[in-house]
């Protein structure tokens, strides 16, 4: 895969999955800005992805090999299921699924989140944050 900067645009939302992998997309996308003349911005692998490659039993520079060599997120995606179990995928899934970051400390969250009102019923799952984040850092509209 070619490599891309992320400070033209975010990555893919965590929600989207490939190979029935949920934030799979998204860790590509960073993996490829990581590449040489790639530009992470300020994202980078450790936090979620990272959580996902250690839960999944892969190591960040195994799967950033990977993605280099693959031809499109397919071929990633098969690779990622050669390398784990079916049990740590469902286990993945359901974890990052009800995911809220900083232990559900409203606080702590706002520190990460400055934009979140503290009076907001907003979502504080970390598949709802995310996306919000993205769309803020570039200024886009709904």
């Known amino acids: 895969m ?3 900067s992320l400070t033209e645009r975010p990555p893919r939302s965590p929600r989207k999955s490939a190979g029935g992998i949920t934030f799979l997309p998204r860790t590509i996308d960073k993996a490829r800005a990581s590449l040489p003349g790639g530009t ?5 692998l450790t936090g979620l992805s990272g959580r996902m490659l250690d839960l999944l039993g892969i190591s960040e520079d195994r799967f950033v090999s990977a993605v280099e060599a693959a031809a499109d997120d397919d071929a990633v995606a098969a690779w990622v299921k050669e390398q784990t179990t079916p049990e740590k995928i469902n286990e993945w899934n359901a974890f ?3 995911f809220i970051p900083r232990g559900g ?3 702590l969250i ?3 989140f400055p934009w979140l009102a ?3 019923q ?6 709802d944050l995310l996306p919000e984040d993205d769309r803020r850092a570039f200024h886009r509209p709904d």
């Open 118 to 120: 503290p009076d907001t």
């Open 105 to 107: 400390d409203r606080a």
């Open 40 to 44: 992470l911005g300020d994202y980078k």
């Open 110 to 112: 706002q520190e990460a």
């Open 2 to 4: 070619t490599p891309v």
């Open 96 to 98: 990052v699924a009800g």
């Open 122 to 127: 907003q979502s504080l799952l970390a598949l």
